[in-house]
């Protein structure tokens, strides 16, 4: 027997509910879980270790053979800033970065409001949103390589 989803109005493959009680709950929040714990771990050990003292963390392959800066080049350096609430240094650090883990936050949050009532987490991006993503982060990556786009470099 099929359904309709009541948010996106879009049959479902059945019209059973979704089991309700705290071992349904806790069984569907597990993985939400399971990845934010994943998460602060890497971040309390970037936060604890820092990434401005060499040695600490290898060198990104692109810059030590190229000199050139990838889209993640700062990445380490700005999650420790981020971790010490210093959102500035985080931001000139690596800019994609820090809106990553805020769109991390969202997704996240959106996921566990989701996983606790039952629904599945569907994203989906289009080929449109896919290609804007990349074309910023390779616009990023050009202008932080040029000479004008030094205040990019982390």
């Known amino acids: ?6 948010e996106t109005r879009k049959p479902t493959r059945s019209s059973t509910p979704p089991r309700s009680g ?10 939400p879980a399971g990845v934010l714990a994943a998460v602060v ?4 050990y970037v936060g604890a270790v820092d990434p401005n003292e060499p040695g600490h963390y290898p060198v990104c ?4 053979f190229t000199g050139l800066y990838c889209p993640g080049c700062g990445g380490l350096r ?11 240094t985080s931001l000139h650090a690596n800019a ?23 629904r599945p987490l569907r994203v989906d991006p289009g080929p449109v949103h896919l290609w804007a993503l990349g074309t910023l982060l ?4 050009v202008v932080r390589n040029l000479p004008f786009g030094g205040w990019l470099h982390p």
């Open 1 to 6: 027997m099929r359904g309709v989803d009541a």
């Open 22 to 31: 705290p071992s349904a709950v806790a069984a569907r929040v597990a993985v």
């Open 41 to 44: 771990g890497a971040f309390a």
């Open 61 to 64: 392959p692109l810059l030590r």
């Open 78 to 88: 700005s999650a420790h800033a981020f971790v010490h609430g210093d959102v500035l």
């Open 96 to 118: 994609p970065a820090v809106l990553g883990y805020l769109g991390f936050a969202a997704l996240w949050t959106v996921w566990m409001i989701r996983a606790v009532r039952g």
């Open 138 to 141: 390779l616009v990023f990556t």
